[in-house]
């Protein structure tokens, strides 16, 4: 998972040199990338190879059109977007909203005061993808996927709350897409499934009671044509 692909050295940028070798080294060592139909095929015990990777880009950050899309096709990888529907095109300002939740989780972890609030910086003044840009990157074959609507921290948000947010969300990618979006807030269904507690499993479950099929998609009305 990564989130924007720049030289700020920020915790959430990946350098695009790194990027490339990263790029290069799966593909000379033979792996290969899924959708994020196949992703979640997987999840639901499609047999793969042992060799495959799920790329994705949380947020839509410009810089996964600008910088990782190009190296994408030269190492022909495909790719999944995860955008916050609220915030597109927007600098997003829910890092600064979410500050004081941000700095107590990455207590657990080893990242000075001073790496976060300069991540919160970069993050927020990074613009995220348009709605014309996340068309032109669907048409480079990167899957666009919910990621929330206002990108609120999930687990903590109450069920009447978290249901408007996942529907809204839902809803906006629906009016917006045409019909290739497999799964609404995959990325939520993953990570949900890594914590423990009656909050995380209540998300989890609102979250596949509102995911989209393929064939749901395919009556939707997209701004994307």
Known sequence: ???????????????????????????????????????????????????EVFI???????????????????????????VPTDLVGTHPDCFVRDSEIIRAQCGYVEISAADIDATIQVASQIRL???EQLAEIRGRGIDVECHGAAHHFMTRLPDPLLRQELQRSR?????????????????????VTEQTGE???????????LSRTAEELKQSVSRFK
Do not use: C, K
């Open 1 to 51: 998972m990564y989130h924007s692909i720049d030289d700020s050295g920020s915790v959430l940028s990946v350098n695009p040199r790194n990027f490339r070798i990263q790029l290069e080294w799966l593909r000379s060592h033979g792996w290969r990338g899924l959708t994020s139909a196949e992703f979640v095929a997987r999840q639901r015990g499609v047999p793969g190879s042992p060799a």
């Open 56 to 82: 994705s880009f949380d947020d839509g950050y410009e810089t996964t059109l600008q910088v990782a899309a190009p190296l994408l096709a030269e190492f022909r990888f495909p790719a999944t977007v995860l």
């Open 129 to 131: 993808l348009s709605w």
């Open 171 to 191: 809803q906006a990618l629906q009016e917006a897409e045409s019909a290739n979006v497999v799964a609404s807030n995959i990325q939520h269904i993953f990570a």
């Open 199 to 209: 909050g995380t499993r209540s998300t989890a479950q609102m979250v596949r009671e």
